[in-house]
C-alpha cells in the first residue's frame, strides 16, 4: 500500500482528498499546516505527497525547499503542488524547488487527482527499481 501525505489548509477539500486516496488503497496521513507537515517528514518516509503553496503557517514552497534538503527522509519523494494561484512567477518558483507536477485545484476533482498521481507512481516506479 502506498502511502501518501496531503498537506491542505481547507478543512473540506482535505478530507475529499483523503477520502478520495484511501477509496483507491493509499495508506493517508494529512495535516493543515507546514509545520506539522515538516514534523510529519521527518518521522516517516512517503510515497507521495500532495502540498497546497497557501498554507496558514509558513509556505508551501517553504515545505517543498525542507522537502528537497539533501538530510531529508524524503529528498527523493515525488511531490505534487496543489494551488489555484496559476501566477507564472509562482509556478516558476515552484519548479525551481523541485515540485514534480504543479496543479491547479479547480481544474481537477479528487479523483482525477488520484488517477494523476496513481498515473505518475506508475510510469515512474520503473525508474526507482535498482539496475539489475
Known sequence: MKKILIVEDDFFIRKLYCEAFQSSGYEVSSTDNGELACELLEEEVFDFILL?????????????????????????????????????TVIDSVVAAGADEYLLKANYKPQDIVSEVSNFLSSHSTSLLPDE
Do not use: A
Open 52 to 88: 497546497d503553496i497557501m498554507l496558514p503557517d509558513m509556505s508551501g514552497i517553504d515545505v517543498l525547499t525542507k522537502i528537497r534538503s539533501p538530510e531529508s527522509k524524503n529528498f527523493k519523494t515525488p511531490v505534487f503542488v496543489l494551488t489555484n494561484n496559476d501566477d507564472k
